[in-house]
């Protein structure tokens, strides 16, 4: 079941552990799903219960902690040892006397860390209060420290495998976008659109198909398109509606993310015009990108280019993206915004969706690209404009 | 954009002033999605950053905090005043540098609630540690204790109306589980019949649409019915296989869980017999549900039934079901299991599912159910047996 070969999993792992070093942190607690994936493999939806990996600078692999009856899934789909494979009983589970964490905490006095420097993801989703007052109430004598986002920068620049796996990711976002707007008029009903989109998502390709993405698709339409988070109604879609439409194609957990915005008949002449501001802004933005640009110089390509037309926009334009589980597939790493130094490399993908949004309308184009050695490459293959049914 | 009248809001946020009473809390801050929805009818993909609301005993209204392109989410699907939707700036997302809860802290300052009793649901989604380490850091003289589950207590009984929208889930989720046995046979690839299930989910009915679950379709395979919290692949079934089924309807955030097993050919007399103890071990557990009866003794019913045949089981065999959000449909208060004494009473919802997994197989056979006046309801309408394809 193993996505890559171990010793791309153990390559990670190490990078892990210097980052450790670097930070003085000998016992890593990891609760992110997508770094749990990174350097073990798990893969499965139990996330809803508290899991995690005991990271240990000095031993060879990590430790799974997690519910009885995900231990299979951690046997099934990670490369770990049966040894380091450790469930705790099922009335830890969502219960006001007992706490997995107690349990974890067992785990690291019986392994002799319990003195040590414990780093923990404490903005991580899923590290929640509750662990972190557990874990230092029952571990006295360790030092905990804040491990958010270490193994998150391994993760920004991808190996060619993974690559690979977010190009099948950018085929199925590709034709999903194109059905989906091909679906959409009036008439229709917004949640029988969104099930044809779902559908495309899952099913892929004859040659491969898709994994469930970390969003499920976002569909705002009418003035509803002014919030760019919305969902679908059961409603039907009328004359004259702008929707946007934000998803992604996902392969083995990777992603390809991207945005486009149809309006059903004539589009106003303020939302045509900001059509036109955006895709002009995205493309002053991806040219100016390649290796050893920083992130926040791409924000200004953008900011420079709306400015000309009498535009601005305060939320950052774009996020690292790849591997990850709902509910988010930005990686929390690099934003496209200012203030951002990140330097870009060969291999950063990142998820360019610089957004436009007033009182009762919004217009949203987006695109992924790769950072290649020289310059770009955009992973989707579709037309970079504002639909008109 | 209202599910509830406002009315009914209310009445649910004037319960949980009672509950924050009884704790002795002045402010309450309530990062859980579904308790957010709940108290304002809040709905949108936003929780992957930072957003909550803060109750304040003594004043009229929550209030939504959250990042600055959700506010327009929050105005368009709650019933809080302009006023009451505060929206933090974007260079609090993800960053290194600004906290969210620094931008809360400031709130309850202005609001001269710094030195209150604060709670905060400690062990919810998305509550972080780092939440919990930054606001005990800006609010030094507040007294913070656990708010965890006061709300969600207060979700355990539902309203008439809330009992239409998950009987609304309920045919979306019967009339899924059917397509997807139907879909089910050797040479079939597992993504295609999933890409059929998350269709008919979201299409739903003629009469309304489906909203998506919180948790994805879980289509364990083969072996793989030994973990029951796998997803799926692009692999085809082959013949003999057995594949569960587990997944929910949803109707404005409301769910109605189900799970079924399939057998595609001859099942093995183990898993034929499985099956049956399944059956009769639910059956006999249904039979004692009545209101008055605690929840261990739902379970203590399961477990007899499955003594006599010589199987036992470690895990809880349900929990109370509703409205929810990513990454789970539970609503972590009451479990049927040892230990629980929570009284059943008429309009509670639970979804019973007593799944049995060894080494190499498993079987789940679910039911969701409402507490009547006198007994049950059994909300989906499926076949309960082993199906063979």
């Known amino acids: ?47 809803y219960v508290h899991q995690l990996l005991i990271v240990i600078a000095d031993e060879d692999e990590p430790i799974w902690v997690g519910r ?69 109430k029952q571990l006295p004598d360790a030092t905990f420290i804040d491990g958010t986002n270490l193994v998150n920068w391994i993760r920004i620049v991808k190996s060619e495998t993974e690559i690979k796996l977010i190009e099948r990711a950018a085929t199925i976002v590709s034709e999903t976008m194109v059905k989906g707007i091909e679906r959409i ?12 989109i779902m559908h495309k998502q899952i099913s892929g390709t004859d040659e491969f198909g898709g994994d469930y993405p970390s969003i499920v698709p976002l569909l ?19 004359e004259g509606d702008p929707v946007i439409l934000e998803l992604a194609g996902c392969y083995n957990r990777y992603h390809s993310p991207l945005a486009r915005t149809v309006v059903i008949g004539e589009p106003t002449q303020e939302m045509a015009e900001l059509a036109d501001v955006v895709i002009e802004g995205i493309e002053e933005a991806l040219d100016v990108v390649k290796p050893g640009v920083t992130c926040e110089e791409v924000e200004a390509a953008w900011q420079k280019s709306i400015k000309k037309r009498g535009f601005q926009k305060e939320s950052r334009i774009g996020y690292s993206t790849g591997l990850n589980y709902p509910p988010d597939w930005g990686e929390h790493t690099a934003s496209l915004r200012p203030g951002d130094q ?21 217009v949203e184009i987006s695109e992924t690209f790769r950072v290649t050695k020289t310059g770009i490459e955009v992973l989707a293959n579709v037309d970079r404009k504002l639909f008109i049914k």
């Not at 942190?25 to 073990?40: E, F, G, K, R």
């Not at 990140?342 to 919004?362: A, C, K, Q, R, S």
Request: some cysteine; charged content about 25%; glycine content about 6%.
């Open 1 to 47: 079941m193993l996505t890559f070969y171990v010793s791309e999993y153990r390559k990670r792992l190490q990078r892990a552990k210097e980052s450790m070093e670097l930070q003085g942190i000998d016992v890593l607690l990891i609760t992110d799903p997508a770094n749990m994936n990174y350097l073990t493999g798990f893969d499965a939806w139990s996330f």
């Open 220 to 238: 705002p339409s009418g003035e509803k398109t002014s919030a760019c988070h919305l969902t679908w109604t059961d409603e039907t879609y009328k």
């Open 68 to 136: 009885g009856i995900d231990a299979s899934a951690a046997a099934i789909t990670t490369w770990l040892s049966r040894d380091n494979i450790i469930p705790y009983p099922d009335d830890y589970v969502q219960s006001a006397l007992k706490h997995p964490m107690d349990f974890v905490a067992d785990i690291i006095r019986y392994k002799g860390r319990e003195s040590r420097v414990i780093g923990a993801e404490y903005d991580a989703y899923y590290f929640t209060a509750k662990n972190y007052i557990q874990l230092t």
């Open 342 to 362: 990140t330097v870009l490399e060969e291999n950063m993908v990142f998820h360019m969706i610089p957004g436009i949004w007033f009182d009762t309308y919004g």
């Open 185 to 196: 008029q009036a008439g229709v009903r917004e949640c029988d659109v969104v099930a044809d």
